[in-house]
Nanobody
Framework: QVQLVESGGGLVQAGGSLRLSCAVS????????MGWYRQAPGKQRELVAA??????NYGDSVKGRFTISRDNAKNTVYLQMNSLKPEDTAVYYC?????????WGQGTQVTVSS
């Protein structure tokens, strides 16, 4: 059974940094794309960043502030978040594409105080 376990969320002041991690276990197949999404109260889930092979993709609101990276040997994806803003407050979800399915983590709360 595939599991995605996120860590690294928390409370930080505006301008601060956090690093999220997501470890994937239980997969019999290689992982294709991995990414981070977020959902704020009353809003739709949105793409934060994704990585596939050597390519990365970022949501417009986080470009230049967030960096996604991946350790294939550890089946882990990271999200380094710098210059955090109150509007970055949301539950952050890890996503992994494996074969023909998408898998999601349970989410980790990120709260940025002004």
């Amino acid at each position: 059974q595939v599991q995605l376990v996120e860590s690294g969320g928390g409370l930080v002041q505006a301008g601060g940094s956090l690093r999220l991690s997501c470890a994937v276990s239980g997969s019999l197949f290689s992982i294709n794309a991995m990414g981070w999404y977020r959902q704020a109260p009353g809003k739709q889930r949105e793409l934060v960043a994704a990585i596939s092979g050597g390519s990365t993709n970022y949501g417009d609101s986080v470009k230049g502030r967030f960096t996604i990276s991946r350790d294939n040997a550890k089946n882990t994806v990271y999200l380094q978040m710098n210059s955090l803003k109150p509007e970055d407050t949301a539950v952050y979800y890890c996503n992994a594409g494996i074969r023909y399915s998408n898998y999601w983590g349970q989410g980790t709360q990120v709260t940025v105080s002004s």
